[in-house]
């Protein structure tokens, strides 16, 4: 399959879908079910028809080590979440008022350590952002932004923090950076980033760091 066109809308065209939610259920098939604390929406959409990614930054009110950062929508698992989609879509709804219909998951991304517990990246697609209405939650969502995905795909937008281990002296581990947008998307935000964009455009991104969990690309 060629690579899906960005300027065309490949990103989200209904086969480049298939092919995404046929890998993620592969992935999700191939893998132990692990007990997941938290879990986050990745909220692809349309801008004016440009394919986008959906971000939010995190309410200073809410205090804490993320407070003020670039995030997805999510947060912890509730007792009556029945899995890591669930609480996805719940704290989407909590955060910016927006009910995610669940045919719109794609599925999920494989999951990341934070802070010593574990977080499910659930990838969905909104549709065009123009549909929809956002109401933010104030006491958690400062802003909402989008970035779209060929901006996050360009090398000049693309960079990396290195990480030197605590004991050798040298770098120990390198995560992405994604610049030049109205806020700089870092931290567990651009590992996932990185992980979406090399699920949607597997031709045209290769990714360079080392995901918390996984050997180092050879």
Known sequence: MSDPDPGGGGFLSPSNEQRCRARLAAAAGRSRAAAVAAAVLVPLCS????????FTLRSRRLG????GDVSFPGGRRDPADT?????ALRETREELGLEVRAASVWGQLRTLPDRGQLV??????LGPLEDLTLTPNPDEVE?????????LLREDNQGYTHFRAAAAGRYGYTLPVFLHGPHRVWGLTAIVTELLLELLAPGRYRRKTHVPGRSPPA
């Open 120 to 125: 499910a990246p659930v990838v969905a697609n």
């Open 143 to 151: 802003e909402v932004f989008t970035l779209p995905l060929d901006h």
């Open 64 to 67: 804490g080590p993320h407070s």
């Open 47 to 54: 801008v004016r028809g440009r394919p986008a990614l959906l």
């Open 83 to 87: 899995d890591a989609v669930a609480t």
